[in-house]
Every structure is written in C-alpha cells, then in structure tokens.
C-alpha cells in the first residue's frame, strides 16, 4: 500500500471514507500524494475492531456464561461417576 495521509487516500477512493475505519502511523511519515509530512494510514480496522464496540455486553455474557459452563460440565461428569457406580453394582 502507498503511503498516503487520508486527505489524499479519500480524494483517490472517492471521497466517501470514514477517518475511523483506518489505522494511522504513530510518527509522522512522507505523503506520497500531497508531498507533506502527515500521519499516513497503514491498513483498515478489522472485523475485531467493531467488535470491541459490543464489550460493555460481551464481557458480562462472557462472566455468566462461563461459571454455568463449569457447573454444566461438573455434573455431567458427576451423573457419568453415579451411573459408572451403579452399572459396577449390577455386575
Ligand atoms: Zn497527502
């Protein structure tokens, strides 16, 4: 990817981008377009990025889902151990 600031990548896409949806660099960097040093853009956020809008709902699902996750597992071997017992008994 040319290096670009995101006044002149969004002159080249066609002027409808979102300053969000773009990773800029940390330092300033040579604009291949406009000639100025500018923070360029790098990439375009991922998929991961607008998840991480959802957290305030995905951490607290993730809190509750995970102990009765636990508990579920626990008594599925419990109920396996009581039925190996028992099948033992009858031999
Ligand atoms: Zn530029």
């Known amino acids: 990817m040319a290096e670009l600031c995101f ?7 066609g002027g409808k ?6 990773v800029y660099s940390d330092y300033l960097d040579l604009c291949e377009g406009c000639g100025q040093y500018k923070k360029v853009v790098l990439c375009k956020r991922g998929f991961l990025y607008y998840i991480r809008k959802f957290r305030i709902i ?4 993730m809190l509750i889902c995970f102990p009765l996750i636990l508990i ?20």
């Open 58 to 61: 995905i951490y607290p699902l």
């Open 72 to 91: 579920y597992s626990l008594c599925v071997r419990l109920y396996c151990v009581i039925k190996f017992k028992k099948y033992k008994k009858h031999k």
């Open 17 to 22: 981008e979102d300053r969000r949806k773009y």
């Open 7 to 13: 006044d002149c990548l969004n002159e080249t896409m």
